[in-house]
């Protein structure tokens, strides 16, 4: 009997002991000596700014403050993140901190990924996320207090946000809403939400000495990893971080550093190089948060996923490049271009905080004094002003809300930019004549998917291949981390080898259909993705996605059973590319005699990627899921369609004469996609 007491009471000390640990923690944190302002401030206020410092602690001990005291005994508390990651990561500290398991008390919602109860009282959540659960709850009443985190990075959800949730704090006078961020212009958050009280949280922040180029660098690469090098032979110890635009110059620069570090030798220390960003398999992200041993230094190869998003341990010095890739989307040609721009003094500020985090840091900008403060905007250009409003204007239209134009945006998107979505959802069938939301464009609105994605998925039924469609769906909602290619020559050319053998004749969307299958019919094996040189984690949030998009067909009533036992492979296939032309049929094109194509509907000349597998083809026609600009007008994602199939799905868009010449028969109308009823 005794000896059963023991080890309880052994666990039972060990968990009293991390509880106590966990409080002085959460103590030592520089929000808790605002405690009880910052709650006298919510109670006597509707809502209020409050900028909150890097490592201050505000996303996760105020919902906790808030639960202490009350609120969840009337309602749920809410938290936005603009990104995924941060949601889930959050909450499953918040849930160890309340000592309550993940999904009970505290949990998150993300897109495809719901891990909560009807026990939750604090709901951490993209901003995305909220967004669907306003078609459904329009005046939010589950909630007692809204966090807007990270409002400072102004993606295109949160603005939306902020515009709807200040007409519902003038609606309901018990709603509390907190708009919350390390970076925040808050006078101008606090002007917009009537004048409302801001409260100021120093971080857990050390002294950052910042050094700038005495002149311009004509190679920022390479004068970041020079650097690097002599931070690693000159300065004491810690590790370094570096900013760079994408997975290209990261590659760049961590080849031109371990040629030098080879050359050197033992001369130097050990250097270990570890990249990240976002296609980078998973295994090979976590290295960047392993311990650095005893005599090394690490130096981690950063998009600008670690601004905000992620903290790593040990940063002690920082090499801001002063570029970032961001998205310019423009409305005339339908094109999203991902261009090379320099930072705002906003993300200098909050890079160069990176190095603060741990003990006093340096911050080494390869860039000039005069360039700081002459060259750089203030703050990054809002999401909202910058991207294809199409799904968002199909939720707005779905939540009832049809002024567009004077809609009460924070920072108003151009005109053009919503009138080309609106273009784009009457072609597509989802609104009529007056603008008004059609029951096609009702049943797309249901799913988290691009207006394109919602038609073609709505369209299988048709098709007779919903169960088909919805893998193509998944596979292309984890955008193009599918396959990897190593750095190593020899390897890639097995990578290549590999994708190859998954082509399908038709195009991209049924290779991506095969690799599922074939992942499917190995018993989803993590094996199988090694020997083909395809991402497991990729491949496991398809299978996530695939799932959550089968209960939402099942809730809009569109039958996921599979007819492909009765129908022959080749008709199958035709009958998915048919499907997958209703919904892009607005990117649509033709080849060229140069081996270029140019797109229908405004003559634009582009180039298939040379990762898609239809580069070495050159079908006739062509329909792409998107064009983006890198070294040239590329796209990506292609099948080969028939010029026919685009009279017959968009008649109102393609005339016989046009596309065909006046000599063919047009096929009789099966009018499918443009039922505006």
Aim: glycine share 6%; hydrophobic share 35%.
């Amino acid at each position: 009997m005794k000896n059963d007491q023991q080890p309880q009471n052994q666990q039972e000390l060990l968990q009293l002991s991390e509880r106590e640990n966990m409080k002085k923690v959460r103590q030592s944190l520089p929000i808790y000596k605002y405690r009880e302002e910052l709650l006298t401030l919510i109670r006597d206020n509707r809502v209020i700014v409050m900028v909150g410092e890097t490592g201050s602690g505000k996303t996760t001990q105020v919902p906790q403050y808030l639960h202490e005291v009350g609120y969840t005994k009337i309602g749920r508390i809410g938290c936005t993140q603009p990104r995924r990651v941060a949601a889930m990561s959050v909450a499953a500290r918040v849930s160890e901190e309340m000592g309550t398991k993940l999904g009970h008390e505290v949990g998150y919602s993300i897109r495809f990924e719901d891990c909560t109860s009807d026990k939750t009282v604090i709901k951490y959540m993209t901003d995305g996320m909220l967004l669907r659960e306003l078609m459904m709850e329009p005046d939010l009443a589950s909630y007692q207090v809204m966090i807007v985190d990270e409002a400072h990075e102004r993606t295109l959800h949160t603005d939306i946000l902020l515009s709807i949730i200040k007409d519902l704090s003038r609606a309901r006078d018990d709603l509390k809403v907190i708009i919350s961020s390390a970076t925040i212009d808050a006078q101008r958050f606090s002007e917009y939400f009537d004048n409302c009280p801001i409260i100021k949280i120093p971080g857990r922040r050390f002294q950052v000495d910042i050094y700038y180029t005495k002149a311009p660098e004509s190679d920022y690469i390479q004068a970041a990893v020079l650097t690097v090098l002599q931070i690693h032979v000159t300065q004491p110890k810690g590790d370094i971080l570096v900013f760079l635009t994408g997975q290209e110059e990261i590659e760049a620069a961590e080849e031109m550093l371990t040629a030098r570090t080879r050359g050197l030798g033992n001369k130097i220390g050990e250097l270990l190089i570890c990249p990240i960003y976002s296609s980078l398999p998973s295994d090979m992200q976590a290295k960047i948060f392993e311990p650095t041993p005893a005599g090394a230094r690490k130096v981690v190869l950063s998009t600008n996923i670690a601004e905000t998003s992620i903290t790593i341990d040990n940063i002690i010095y920082v090499i801001d490049t002063g570029f970032a890739k961001q998205t310019s989307y423009n409305p005339r040609t339908g094109m999203e271009s991902l261009i090379v721009t320099p930072i705002s003094k906003a993300s200098a500020d909050q890079r160069a905080g990176r190095a603060g985090r741990v003990a006093p840091g340096k911050c080494f900008r390869m860039y000039t004094k005069w360039s700081f403060l002459n060259e750089l905007d203030q703050n990054t250009i809002p999401e909202i002003q910058r991207t294809n409003l199409g799904s968002v204007v199909l939720m707005l239209k779905s939540m009832g809300i049809n002024n567009l134009v004077n809609f009460d945006f924070m920072d108003s998107p151009p005109p053009e930019m919503i009138v080309k979505s609106l273009e784009q959802l009457y072609a597509l069938g989802a609104i009529n004549d007056e603008g008004d939301l059609t029951k096609l464009g009702r049943r797309m609105a249901e799913f988290p998917l691009d207006p394109f994605l919602s038609k073609m998925l709505v369209q299988s039924e048709y098709y007779k291949c919903v169960d088909q469609i919805i893998t193509v769906c998944a596979m292309l909602s984890v955008g193009n981390t599918i396959f990897y290619r190593p750095n190593d020559k020899e390897k890639k050319i097995h990578a290549d080898n590999a994708r190859k053998a998954f082509f399908r004749p038709g195009g991209d969307h049924l290779a991506l259909l095969n690799v599922y299958n074939s992942w499917a019919d190995n018993g989803f094996s993590q094996n199988w993705c090694f020997e083909n040189f395809i991402q497991i984690r990729s491949m496991r949030r398809a299978r996530d996605v695939r799932e959550q998009l089968i209960l939402l067909c099942e809730r809009v009533e569109i039958d996921v059973k599979d007819p492909s036992l009765s129908i022959f492979e080749d008709e199958m296939n035709t009958n998915i590319c048919k499907c997958i032309c209703s919904g892009f049929f607005y990117n649509a094109a033709k080849t060229n005699l140069n081996g270029t194509y140019k797109t229908l509907k405004n003559g634009h000349s582009i180039t298939i990627h040379p990762s898609s597998l239809m580069f070495d083809i050159k079908p006739e026609w062509i329909v792409y899921n998107e064009l983006v600009f890198t070294s040239k007008e590329y796209v990506r994602n292609v099948i080969e369609v028939k010029g026919e199939w685009l009279i017959e799905i968009a008649p109102h868009l393609y005339k016989e004469k046009d596309l065909l010449g006046d000599k063919r028969k047009m096929p009789k109308n099966t009018g499918t996609s443009d039922s505006r009823n």
